[in-house]
């Protein structure tokens, strides 16, 4: 018996077989329709009372057949977005429309966000029989301006209507043209940036501006290429769909002209906001929290950044799975095949967990090697000093300067991960080490900041921390919040700390003069080795007044003090 789809309830067994019996009509290619097609539509809609549409493929057979409301039509799940570049879906959708009233909203994104070959409403008169009809077709969008669909009519039903094959043909040319024209800068396609802020929390255009442009550095170091941004600000956010769904159906039929692939939140999507968004579209759906765990996986290099990577990964998917695929929920058999025994998900939960178990025994074992290397570090009374601070501030920069040691550093965030010690030799000859840790992020993950909690701790033993602030930067007073918010969660906030102001080579010179008149604090350029050397007289200063590093005197008086022993050894 042919499938009828959408509203069935409460259908008469004359609309039931109305509806039926359309999927008996045939479409040629050259038409968008036929009178035998139109007629029947309009006998079911008279049935039923209700709108009634037919997918109608390529080949001319009906496809499916739906049943919606008076005013509506729910079409059903019909896959992917798009087969290919250029591609539509070799389906069109032909539909009655009880009340005279043209095409609507929702039958433009369903044509432009199902990307359907052509949606057409043929309008009844008040006894149901067809008077006018009207249709729309995609079109290419020239120089982001127009809509991106013409809508013909509507006309006299018994107009001509053009040749469906070869409009669809010309269309479908055009669009494979601009796609192989379009230059794609990124190696992992193309996405919208969305921020959405509440006014009650403070949510404002100036703020929000300053989340997107972090949001974009990420996603330009994860490898997408950002073609829109979208800032909404709302009194309260919607729980299921984030921004409402209205600004949803817009950002997706945007996507779609863009040839956008991906939308990225600027916020961590609850796993229920993550299934209703998904919902609505066939696009990839990510936040914030996804695009800083794909940075961290492929910038670790060691073997533990690479577990500590996954673990976070593992404890973010966790109570996602639910929402990954239906046929996680396929039953497998029990012991002897006797009932339903575990899901294809509780068996991927399970597995899961006890990857997770695993991961944290190994970086327990990793930890504890780090903390005897540090044990022995502090042993050979050789002072550390930890360069802490907010991604790309410049940190494995000035320890290049300083040290020569050939990190990577790139005006990216979070160029390295790899916590990295060099000895630096101060100016009166005596040495430290100094440490490079993993940049800070205002709200970092709190499953990442639990597995890098252990390379964050390398700092715990320093004798002194250099706090580096990108002083160039508009937004350098939240960062500078963030990092020592974060260090007071570490419990490194009672070490005595430096304040070093970097890139100070792009501020203009009362801004300059500003920053060099802090005493407590030091102004420099990392890539200037020049500029570094105030930097070394005051770690000096605060170490030798730390204790952590024996002054010149008491380094002659340990001198003199062994010289007579090392007579009398002779």
């Given at each position: 018996?042919?499938q009828i789809?959408?509203?069935?309830?409460?259908?008469?067994p004359?609309?039931?077989?109305?509806?039926e019996?359309?999927?008996?009509?045939?479409?040629?290619?050259?038409?968008?329709?036929?009178?035998e097609?139109?007629?029947?539509?309009a006998?079911?809609?008279?049935?039923?009372g209700?709108?009634?549409?037919?997918?109608?493929?390529?080949?001319?057979?009906?496809d499916?057949?739906?049943?919606?409301?008076?005013?509506?039509l729910m079409?059903?799940?019909?896959?992917?977005?798009?087969?290919?570049?250029?591609?539509f879906?070799?389906?069109?959708?032909?539909?009655?429309?009880?009340?005279?009233?043209?095409?609507?909203?929702d039958?433009?994104?369903d044509?432009?966000?199902l990307?359907?070959d052509?949606?057409?409403?043929?309008?009844?008169s008040?006894?149901?029989?067809?008077?006018?009809?009207?249709?729309?077709?995609n079109?290419?969008?020239?120089a982001?301006?127009?809509?991106?669909?013409e809508?013909i009519?509507?006309?006299?039903?018994?107009?001509?209507?053009?040749?469906?094959?070869?409009?669809?043909?010309?269309?479908?040319?055009?669009f494979?043209?601009?796609?192989?024209?379009?230059?794609?800068?990124?190696?992992d396609?193309?996405?919208i940036?969305?921020?959405?802020?509440?006014?009650r929390?403070?949510?404002s255009?100036?703020?929000?501006?300053?989340?997107?442009?972090?949001?974009?550095?990420l996603?330009e170091?994860?490898?997408v290429?950002?073609?829109?941004?979208?800032?909404?600000?709302?009194?309260?956010?919607?729980?299921?769909?984030?921004?409402?769904?209205?600004k949803?159906?817009e950002?997706?039929m945007?996507?779609?002209e863009?040839?956008?692939?991906?939308?990225?939140f600027?916020?961590?999507?609850?796993?229920?906001q993550a299934?209703?968004?998904?919902?609505?579209?066939?696009?990839?759906?990510?936040?914030?929290?996804?695009?800083?765990?794909?940075?961290?996986?492929?910038?670790a290099?060691?073997?533990?950044?690479?577990?500590?990577v996954?673990?976070?990964q593992?404890k973010?998917?966790?109570?996602?799975?639910?929402?990954?695929d239906?046929?996680?929920?396929?039953?497998t058999?029990?012991?002897?095949?006797?009932g339903?025994?575990e899901?294809?998900?509780?068996?991927?939960?399970?597995?899961?967990?006890?990857?997770?178990?695993r991961?944290?025994?190994?970086l327990?074992?990793l930890?504890?090697?780090?903390?005897?290397?540090?044990?022995?570090?502090t042993?050979?009374?050789?002072p550390?000093?930890?360069?802490?601070?907010?991604?790309?501030a410049?940190?494995s920069?000035?320890?290049?300067?300083l040290?020569?040691?050939?990190?990577?550093?790139?005006?990216?965030?979070?160029?390295?991960?790899?916590?990295?010690?060099?000895k630096?030799?101060?100016?009166?000859?005596?040495?430290v080490?100094?440490?490079?840790?993993?940049?800070?992020?205002?709200?970092?993950?709190?499953?990442?900041?639990?597995?890098f909690?252990?390379?964050?701790?390398?700092?715990?033993?320093?004798?002194?921390?250099?706090?580096?602030?990108?002083?160039?930067?508009?937004?350098h007073?939240?960062?500078?919040?963030?990092?020592?918010?974060l260090?007071?969660?570490?419990?490194?906030?009672?070490i005595?700390?430096?304040?070093?102001?970097?890139?100070?080579d792009?501020?203009?010179?009362?801004?300059?003069?500003?920053?060099?008149?802090?005493?407590?604090?030091?102004?420099?350029?990392?890539?200037?080795?020049?500029?570094?050397r105030?930097?070394?007289?005051?770690?000096e200063t605060?170490?030798?007044?730390?204790?952590?590093?024996?002054?010149?005197?008491?380094q002659?008086?340990?001198l003199?003090?062994?010289a007579?022993?090392?007579?009398?050894?002779?």
């Amino acid at each position: 018996m042919p499938q009828i789809h959408g509203n069935t309830s409460g259908l008469a067994p004359s609309a039931t077989k109305a509806l039926e019996r359309i999927y008996r009509r045939r479409v040629p290619l050259e038409r968008i329709a036929t009178p035998e097609l139109v007629r029947s539509l309009a006998e079911a809609s008279r049935e039923s009372g209700r709108q009634v549409g037919a997918l109608v493929h390529r080949s001319g057979d009906v496809d499916s057949v739906i049943v919606g409301s008076p005013t509506g039509l729910m079409l059903p799940d019909i896959g992917r977005l798009r087969a290919a570049a250029g591609r539509f879906r070799a389906l069109r959708l032909v539909h009655t429309h009880l009340f005279n009233e043209g095409l609507t909203q929702d039958d433009l994104v369903d044509l432009t966000r199902l990307r359907l070959d052509l949606v057409c409403a043929v309008m009844l008169s008040a006894e149901g029989e067809p008077r006018a009809w009207t249709w729309a077709y995609n079109v290419v969008r020239r120089a982001g301006t127009g809509d991106p669909y013409e809508v013909i009519g509507p006309v006299p039903w018994g107009t001509q209507g053009p040749n469906f094959g070869e409009l669809i043909s010309a269309l479908e040319r055009e669009f494979a043209e601009q796609a192989r024209t379009r230059e794609v800068r990124a190696k992992d396609g193309r996405a919208i940036l969305i921020h959405v802020g509440e006014k009650r929390r403070g949510g404002s255009q100036r703020r929000a501006q300053a989340r997107l442009k972090e949001l974009l550095s990420l996603s330009e170091t994860a490898g997408v290429e950002i073609v829109h941004q979208v800032v909404q600000l709302r009194d309260r956010m919607d729980p299921k769909l984030v921004l409402g769904k209205g600004k949803l159906e817009e950002v997706l039929m945007r996507a779609i002209e863009l040839d956008a692939e991906t939308l990225i939140f600027d916020l961590e999507l609850t796993p229920a906001q993550a299934s209703g968004i998904s919902g609505q579209t066939d696009l990839k759906v990510l936040d914030r929290t996804q695009i800083i765990l794909d940075i961290f996986a492929q910038r670790a290099e060691t073997r533990d950044g690479k577990l500590q990577v996954e673990l976070a990964q593992l404890k973010y998917a966790l109570p996602r799975l639910g929402q990954k695929d239906d046929a996680l929920s396929r039953l497998t058999g029990g012991i002897g095949g006797r009932g339903p025994g575990e899901t294809k998900l509780e068996i991927g939960r399970r597995r899961a967990r006890e990857r997770v178990t695993r991961l944290e025994k190994e970086l327990e074992r990793l930890a504890r090697q780090r903390s005897e290397r540090r044990r022995k570090r502090t042993r050979s009374d050789t002072p550390v000093v930890a360069i802490v601070g907010y991604t790309n501030a410049g940190k494995s920069t000035l320890l290049n300067t300083l040290t020569d040691a050939g990190v990577l550093a790139e005006n990216r965030l979070f160029a390295t991960l790899d916590t990295r010690s060099r000895k630096l030799h101060l100016e009166s000859g005596a040495s430290v080490v100094l440490s490079d840790t993993v940049g800070f992020i205002r709200e970092m993950p709190k499953d990442l900041f639990a597995a890098f909690r252990a390379t964050f701790e390398e700092a715990r033993d320093a004798d002194l921390i250099l706090e580096i602030v990108d002083a160039a930067d508009p937004e350098h007073e939240e960062h500078e919040k963030t990092t020592r918010q974060l260090l007071k969660e570490l419990g490194l906030d009672a070490i005595p700390r430096l304040v070093v102001w970097n890139k100070t080579d792009l501020l203009d010179v009362e801004a300059q003069q500003a920053l060099s008149g802090r005493d407590t604090d030091v102004a420099l350029s990392a890539l200037a080795r020049n500029s570094t050397r105030q930097l070394l007289g005051r770690i000096e200063t605060l170490l030798i007044e730390s204790g952590a590093l024996p002054t010149a005197a008491a380094q002659l008086d340990e001198l003199d003090s062994a010289a007579p022993l090392c007579e009398a050894s002779e």
